[in-house]
Every structure is written in C-alpha cells, then in structure tokens.
C-alpha cells in the first residue's frame, strides 16, 4: 500500500498550495475533497453494517481481542474494528479502492457525521493523512488478532532477519500460534461470505440450483519478487511469499517472467442454462488464497 508523508515544514506547505493554486485554482484540501466523489449513499452504507452485524464477525472480534489483554485499561480506538469492516465492504460495494489512501478519503470527505456516528466513530474531522494514519493503525489491529504468519509486512528482512523469521517460525509455541491464527481466519471469511449470501432476499436465493464456476485470479502483491532461493534476503516486504508463474503449479522457479503475486480462488454461484444469468447475482460462495512456492 502507498506511503503517505505528511508535509510540516510551513514553507513547503504554501509552496505546495501556491502550485495547487496555480495548476488548479484550488488549494490541496479542496482539491483532494473534489476527487474522491459524492457523498457515501445510505444504501451501500446500510448493506455494509448489516452484513457485518448480522455475520457473527464483531462478536469473534470482541472474543479474540480480549483473549490477549489483560485488562481492559488504555486508550480506546479512535476507530474501533467494527467501522473498520464496515469500511471495508462499504469502499468495496462502491467500487473504490481498499487501499488505505482511498479508506482514508472516504473517512475524510465521502462521510457526514450521520456516518461517524453510525459507525461508532466519535472524532469527525480530519485531512486524508490523519485518517489514513488511523486506518492503518486500525488495520494492523484487526491483522494481529488473526495473522497466521508473524511477519511485519512493512519492511524487507535481509538474510541474517529472515534465517531468525524461519527459526522462530520453527517452534512449537509458535506453530501452535499460526494454527489458532488461521482457523480465526478462516472463520473470519466464513462468516463474511456466509452473510453476503444471507443478505439477499429468500425468494432470489431459491432460484439458485447449486451450479458454481470455479476461478484460480493471480492477485499481484506489492514490491519486488523474492530471490528464488529458499535463504538469504528477501526483496518483497512479505518474506514468505513466493515467486509466481503463469503455467503449472503457478510456482515460480527463477524465470524473469515470475511474478510477486498471489493466487485468490473461488467458487462463484452460476446459473444453469443460457438467458438465466438474470435470476439471481454470481455471489461468491467460498474464497481461499494460495502463496506460490520457490520451485
């Protein structure tokens, strides 16, 4: 995801809104306000509560977050991880990006305070850079609750880091830490998927007969492709993330061609005869993710 700096020097400051001003006519804020859109309709922002609210997905939450404090003392979230789910279905039922720039600018200037308080957000005020700070913050929270794989995704080990990752990662009180992590992922999707398709109307869902299509998607991740050799540094801010290839197994063997992606499965519900497709929505009913391995 794209780094955001933000700027505090006051004469870089006005000098970024004098060429604001001079390209644009606007300044900075009134610029970026302009291009991320309208206003967030209730529609999208009612599907999105209530797909996660009626998942399951807020009380695991609530479960796991507790299992690791030891008392409910410290400060609370300025964005607590329901708005964050939330956040993230709403951007994605409106076709924007989930990057946290575009996360950020919904939060900035897509949400009236009837949105903030919807959400369980008390502070409504805020540029794009202070919102894109709380948003990752919040994510990074939600990941830990349930990351089967303790890497730190923001900065690429070199060989003497990662050898210390594969130790680690080796002992018992550790794989016994991924396994639990895991199955709260899994869970996770479960229930997200499992309520999108509950979401819609009873009547729709019977004209479903049980056809599904299934689709293997490279998905690129960001950074450069890893070494194709088992040890040493790593390139890619993810260590453990393969090489892929389009043939085969997908999993890349060195080739200049490979790429740094992953493969996202799924099995989508489909209809069953030609003219139908109009029956009932091509939901996805099951979602796994595949990490190509070094050849």
Same mark, same amino acid.
């Given at each position: 995801m794209t780094t955001m700096k933000r700027l505090t020097d006051p004469a870089a400051l006005a000098h970024l809104d004098k060429r604001m001003m001079d390209t644009f006519g606007v300044g900075y804020d009134e610029y970026d306000a302009g291009i991320a859109a309208s206003r967030v309709p209730t529609a999208y922002l009612s599907a999105a509560i209530r797909i996660t609210d009626n998942s399951g997905i807020i009380e695991k939450l609530i479960e796991w977050d507790s299992e690791g404090r030891k008392s409910n003392a410290g400060k609370k979230a300025l964005i607590p991880l329901r708005a964050l789910v939330v956040l993230y279905l709403l951007n994605?039922?409106?076709?924007? *990006? +989930?990057?946290? &720039?575009?996360? !950020? #600018?919904?939060?900035? %200037? #897509?949400?009236?305070? &009837? %949105?903030?308080? !919807?959400?369980?957000? *008390? +502070?409504?005020s805020g540029d794009t850079l202070h919102w894109y700070k709380r948003v990752s913050d919040a994510t990074y929270r939600l990941i830990e609750l349930m990351n089967p794989r303790p890497t730190t995704l923001n900065k690429s080990l070199d060989a003497k880091q990662y050898e210390k990752l594969l130790t680690t990662m080796a002992e018992p009180a550790a794989q016994a830490l991924s396994k639990r992590n895991q199955n709260r992922l899994d869970t996770f999707c479960r229930l997200l998927v499992e309520a999108s398709y509950r979401h819609l109307p009873e009547d729709v869902r019977q004209r479903y007969r049980g056809n599904i299509a299934i689709d293997a998607t490279k998905t690129p991740i960001r950074g450069r492709r890893n070494s194709a050799s088992k040890l040493g540094s790593r390139s890619n801010p993810d260590p453990l993330a393969g090489r892929y290839m389009r043939e085969g197994s997908h999993g890349g063997e060195g080739a200049g061609t490979d790429e740094a992606a992953f493969e996202l499965e799924t099995a989508v519900m489909i209809w069953n005869k030609p003219g139908e497709n109009t029956l009932f929505p091509s939901l996805i009913t099951q979602i796994s993710w595949d990490c190509p391995r070094f050849g």
């Open positions: 994605t039922q409106m076709g924007l *990006g +989930v990057t946290y &720039k575009e996360l !950020a #600018r919904t939060l900035a %200037h #897509r949400f009236t305070p &009837k %949105h903030f308080a !919807a959400l369980g957000i *008390g +502070v409504t």
